[in-house]
Structure formats: C-alpha cells, structure tokens
C-alpha cells in the first residue's frame, strides 16, 4: 500500500507539474495565439523530454540524466508557480515532490537502483 501510494503521489506530482507549465505559459503577457502555443507546448515538451529521459521506463537515459530532468521539471514548475504569485504552495510543492523521490529512491522504487 504505502509502495503505491508513493508511486501514485510522484505520478501526480508530474500532472501537477504539467499543470502548473500549462498556467504559467497562459499568463504569460502577449497575443492569445503566443499564450495558447506557450500552454499547449510547454506541457507538451515537458511530456516528451519526461518519457524519453525521466519515465521509469526510458530507454535512453542514465542516472544521472533522469536526476537532472526531474530536478529542472520540478524545479522549474516551482519557479513558475512563485512566478504566477504563488510563492508557499511553489515551496510546499517542490517540498513534497523532493521528499517523494527521496521515499522512492530509499525504498528502492526507482529504476536507478
């Protein structure tokens, strides 16, 4: 039970994180044709760097490259989100996202081990 509680809470951490890019590019001041590609694409991207190098089942990844993909999304998602004014729930969340992963590492859920 806590194995996929853990796995459930990274898992929406990640469409939070999607989320979270998707609000971010539609703030962002311009014409509602640059705000609609931003909130389209940056979750788009975001998705596909997430399955080629940070999904537990990507295969061309190391490591060390799916620490640092899930460092920039998480960490940039919380940027964004102190961005768009919110600066405790950008904390909470990078908060509790990095004590996720660090359950998971320890309980030897990741891939990595």
Request: glycine share 4%; no cysteine.
């Given at each position: 039970?806590?194995?996929?509680g853990?796995?459930?809470a990274?898992?929406?951490a990640e469409l939070v994180a999607l989320g979270i890019f998707a609000w971010?590019?539609?703030s962002v001041d311009g014409t509602t044709l640059v705000r609609l590609l931003l909130a389209i694409g940056l979750p788009a991207i975001t998705a596909v760097v997430w399955g080629l190098f940070a999904a537990p089942t990507a295969k061309r990844t190391t490591?060390?490259?799916?620490t640092v993909v899930k460092v920039l999304v998480f960490g940039l998602a919380g940027a964004a989100l102190w961005s768009l004014g919110h600066p405790v729930s950008a904390v909470v969340f990078v908060v509790l996202v990095a004590a996720n992963l660090l359950?998971?590492?320890r309980q030897g859920l990741s891939p990595d081990r």
């Open positions: 039970m806590w194995k996929w853990n796995l459930l990274s898992f929406l971010w590019g539609w490591p060390a490259v799916r359950i998971i590492h």
